[in-house]
């Protein structure tokens, strides 16, 4: 095959996780497949900066991603002439949005429902052409990939698409391992970003979804405050990150709390080292990556018990109420300070985020771009529900008729 890969939304350093899911994705697709033939078409900020394998060729399009009318435009009518073009037998967009006429079979990522959830977190004109271009792309595609099998029943219900369409394939984040940091390496991170140990360490963007203000609050109610800085590693952006810095003064939090911002990875691996412990009190996840990312480094793990999070991280973290800050109170002091539950949820975090690899990430999605080409040329019928690739990692299975709401309180 000739598999196209859409990475025209990546712009780097403002995008978060989906970076991070393309980026690895593609990286463990030139270490598995060497078959195939990838065409990976980038926009004018991350022109150059995928790892890619023999089997790849960077096709650049002269598209700035940080202009979104131009580069929706420019997908939506130059990319399906380059892809026909390269003579594609399948593209994949990992960032929500695909050409709406393909020449070729289409997979999208849908990654999360963000914008219909928390519509707040978008400026109205991109609002309403997410809600358009989400669901005409999802109908029209041969495939959809969900990060969850929660993930995957909300978008059935959401977007109203046929179950055979929609796969769930989770991601990795518990293969790699960091290379220890040379002498004095970890001292000059910590120093540059203003923190000292011992932290409490969040890894999530300034979203509204992300719950940063109830965090803040609960750690602000923490009596051990004084001694442990929460640290919060993740883009910064202006409208809702002006509500985390007032909420900051008005809780006489100043100094205790560090925003970062984003930080390259090597950066970040250190930070994640150097943590007492993760809190995730996010409110809506497609997946939720710094859960496995913190198990893989020996991090116990707080989050939110969304089903998608508690999908992911099994019973290997320490769950609690999100819309409680009472609850995230109770559930880091238990972390700090039970030792015998630091010790069980470093231990089972361990051995359940190394289940989770990037190689069986890109097998999978690459089973999906099989699907949708064979489905393109009619080879392939459309898969019953009851396939066991539909099954999450607790053995169940959606019934052909169901329909599940997202996650309220």
Known sequence: MRIGINALYLIPGRVGGSEIYLR????????IDRENEYV?????????????????????????????????????????????????DVLHSPGFVAPLYSPCPSVITVLDLIYLEFPQT?????????????????????????????????????????????????????EDRMVPPGPGE????????????????TVAASHPHKNLLR???????????DRYQLVIVGVRHNRYGARLARAVERLDLAGRVVFTGWVAEREKEIIYAGAALTVFPSLLEGFGLPVLESMRHGIPVACSDLPSLAEVAG????????????????AIRDCLFD????????GKGQRHAAGFTWEETARRTLEVYREAAGAGTGR?????ISAPELKDRTGSRIGRDRRVRPHRR
């Open 215 to 225: 965090l803040l609050e609960a750690y602000s109610r923490l009596e051990e405050k």
């Open 186 to 201: 970890a001292e000059a991170v910590l120093r540059k970003q203003g923190i000292r140990p011992p932290y409490l360490l």
């Open 315 to 330: 019973e290997a973290a320490r769950l609690f109420d999100p819309y409680s800050a009472a609850s995230i109170t109770a």
């Open 122 to 174: 978008f400026p109205f004109l991109a609002r309403q052409w997410m809600r358009f271009l989400v669901r005409h792309s999802a109908r029209r595609a041969e495939r959809i990939i969900a990060l969850t099998g929660y993930s995957r029943d909300e978008i059935l219900w959401a977007l109203d698409v046929p179950h055979w369409k929609i796969r769930a394939v989770y991601l990795g984040g518990g």
């Open 24 to 31: 690895r994705l593609l990286s463990a697709l030139a270490r």
């Open 339 to 346: 030792q015998q539950l630091r010790r069980r949820l470093i």
């Open 40 to 88: 990976v078409f980038s926009n004018r900020e991350n022109r150059g900066s995928f790892e890619l394998g023999d089997n790849f060729v960077e096709h650049h399009c002269p598209v700035r991603g940080l202009i979104r009318p131009h580069r929706i435009a420019w997908e939506q009518l130059v990319l399906p002439w380059r892809a026909r073009q390269r003579r594609l």
């Open 380 to 384: 392939v019928s459309r898969i019953d």
